[in-house]
């Protein structure tokens, strides 16, 4: 008999737009510093710049465009189709710009991650540097979580924080969020391919201990591995 060979986790990442989040998961699995494949890049708009990303790696890519279903669960059903065909360990949303059903995600629950740029529970939804200039916080910043059916929110993973300065712009702040979203997407997708984290009830566990209600804080690129 043929030895067994230890197949490597396969990732379906869902994406709307620039991919950056997309490209930083991209060069960790090339790098082999993520230790798993990505089966499928899939997103709901044709000409999401990310799905250039993917070909440019040779991953193969789908697009659902939502534009051609009137019902959500009409659009997820065949979402789940397209997803499904690859047989992934992990579903990774990075900026996938829809909100999904309660039945897609408990479809993929404990195995479904997003990216949301606040420092979740805050500001769910859209506009979120804008809303934390506006609130006058003086830190902002990004959380990585499991997701459950309510909107951007689940077990947080991790959360890393900037400070918010008098100058800055919604985009200026987007900017500094963003290069944070890149150290920690990749770590979070790194520990879930190596089964290092999981979801149990309403907690995110990391090597079988409860991770806190914010998420582990990122306190340095170089202290998470
Ligand atoms: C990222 O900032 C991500 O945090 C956000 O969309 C952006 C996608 O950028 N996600 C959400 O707002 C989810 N609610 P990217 O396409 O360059 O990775």
């Not at 890519?61 to 047989?87: G, S, W």
Request: negative net charge; glycine residues 6%.
């Amino acid at each position: 008999m043929e030895p067994e060979i230890a197949k490597a986790p396969i990732i379906v990442v869902l994406i709307s737009g620039s991919g950056s989040n997309l490209q930083a998961i991209i060069d960790q699995v090339a790098s082999e510093e993520i230790p798993a494949v990505i089966g499928a890049v899939i997103s709901n708009r044709p000409e999401a710049k990310g799905l250039e990303r993917a070909k440019k790696a040779g991953i193969p890519t789908a697009t659902v465009d939502h534009k051609n279903f009137e019902q959500r669960e009409l659009f997820d059903a065949n979402l789940i189709r397209t997803i499904d065909e690859y047989q992934p360990d992990l579903i990774v949303l990075a900026g996938f710009m829809r909100i999904l059903t309660p039945d897609f995600v408990r479809r993929y629950e404990g195995k479904l991650l997003n990216i949301h740029p606040s420092l979740l529970p805050k500001y769910p939804g859209l506009h979120t540097h804008q809303r934390a200039i506006d609130a006058g916080d003086l830190e902002h910043g990004v959380t990585t979580h499991f997701v459950t059916t309510d909107l951007d929110s689940g077990p947080n993973i991790i959360q890393a924080t900037v400070p918010v300065l008098p100058q800055d712009t919604a985009e200026s702040l987007a900017t500094r969020v963003q290069h944070q979203e890149h150290v920690i997407y990749p770590i979070t997708v790194k520990w879930f391919v190596q089964g290092r984290i999981t979801m149990s009830g309403d907690t995110a566990q990391l090597d079988g201990v409860d991770l806190p209600q914010s998420g582990l804080p990122l306190e340095s690129p170089n202290t998470l591995h």
